[in-house]
């Protein structure tokens, strides 16, 4: 380091000690006899005193810690605070809806058959069969559908075409871009062209508005695939960080901060793998992918665990191919473990992994402390208010109140959505807020954003109320992976800065009502 670098250094420091200015610093490194030489001399030029001439912004205050009490939430003086506020998907778990690669196959099916001049033929196809088509046999129900229109060969011919697009995944799966994007342009621009989706997705505008709005908390779902650099293996031998996402994060707690709002951190995916949105899980079977595991959360907490937006880790969501509860909680344990093994004492939030919130132990029984019990609340299989109402008050409530009157601790629902836009899904939403508000419980909706896909709103008339910023119509030129350059998905993704998201007003009014 030259004298002139670490006088400038040193100046910057100063500067930010006497603005009171929060600054975050890499780990200590050595200091050479040269360097402290530079530094001593920066010093005597700078001088030790701070120019008080230009006071610079007031600092921002920390928000109060929380930590549970019983089956409350509560902060350091002792006043319940119930987190009410949304999930930010599609952020930094990056949904395949984000681009034009299979979300849905609809859209790809579409999209070629206009190339090939056969719009005409396959788009009626589409509307009137494609709800009935399920899984792996949509293709080859296609095909046979379009057979009788254009003949077996030409059929055939088209099929083959749109194959390559179908990925062998789980819908929400982003593995079938990243790879897509590594194997096109390398995984360094890989990361530089998510990094800028990401900057578009959630900025410190979007955080201010959800503030504004009184919500008090968003949950992050995260992929460990976006932390990290490389790659994109099913079963990963090493976690190389990827600093453009851990930055993003690091912004994001800022912004948090600022506006008064916490965030709960959640790994949607961890090494390996906890449920099957990117294929066979691998976690509970493997030593080494348990090990990864902790040394992401260790990474996460040794981070982040300093920032007062943080209120909560959610350590594993949806874990729900562990072979057993048993299997699980001996994962939440090893993962507990390890952050309280650095003084860490946040807030922990434990999956069910939809065995069921009364399958979650007892805490005592392995000595864990200042944790919550969480699930998630998607009834697929609903079809009207009377479904919801059979199931929440028949079934949910008595399991759930035994449960967590055994348990003793707080519950969050972390993520809930009727996934419809008729009007008894609505109301069917103001139930659950109503249940929740009920017994104090903790939740996120799912999602603050979403586009719902422009070809299969033009085709099926599909809406979705699972967004409370949503945009169901208009033109958008999504990115496509598969054919656009460098820079044209760059700017593609960038574009989604500027999408005119309106308020779901419907569902924003029953999210914040009991606030």
Known sequence: MSIGRAATRLKTLKQDVCTMKTVRVAPPVTMTPAVAACLALAMIV??????RSAPGPDPVPPLPALHAEGTKIVDDAGAE??????????????????????????????????REGLGDVVDPILTQKSSEWQGSAYLTELESALAAEIGTEAAATFVDKVEPYTPPLYDDSDLLLRRKLSERFGDAARDQLLDTFQEAWVNETDIEWIASQGFNVVRVPMTYRNLVTGPDLDAPTELNWNELAWNRISMLLDWCEKHRIYAVLDIQEAPGGQND????????????????????????????????????????????????????????????????????????????????????????????????????????????????????????????????????????????????????????????IDWYTGHGWSWSVWTYKRIDDPIAFELLGKTSSYGVRTMHEGPFDRPDAFDDDFDTHKAKLAAYRDLPLDPNQRLLDILTSPM
Not at 46 to 51: E, H, K, Q, S, T
Not at 90 to 111: A, C, K, M
């Open 46 to 51: 700078f001088g030790g005193g701070c120019d």
């Open 277 to 432: 949105y990117t294929g066979q899980s691998l976690l509970y079977g493997s030593p080494a992918l348990q090990d990864l595991t902790v040394e992401l959360w260790v990474e996460i907490a040794t981070r982040f665990g300093g920032h007062s937006a943080v209120a909560a880790y959610s350590l594993l969501a949806e874990p729900f191919s562990a072979p057993d509860p048993g299997a699980r909680d001996a994962m939440y344990d090893k993962l507990y473990d390890a952050i309280r093994a650095l003084g860490d004492n946040h807030l922990l939030v434990i999956h069910d992994g939809f065995f069921g919130m009364n399958t979650l132990p007892d805490p005592a029984a392995y000595g864990w402390e200042n944790v919550v019990y969480s699930t998630h609340i998607f009834e697929f299989d609903a079809k009207s208010l009377e479904d919801y109402e059979f199931l929440i008050n028949i079934f949910h409530e008595t399991v759930y109140t035994e449960a967590q009157a055994a348990q003793g601790v707080p519950y969050y629902i972390g993520s809930f959505s009727t996934r419809n836009d008729a009007d008894w899904a609505y109301d069917a939403a103001q139930l659950m």
């Open 81 to 114: 605070v119930i987190l009410r506020g949304v999930n930010l998907g599609g952020w930094l778990f990056n949904e395949t809806w984000i681009t034009q690669i299979d979300y849905p196959l609809l859209s790809r099916i579409h999209v070629i058959a206009v």
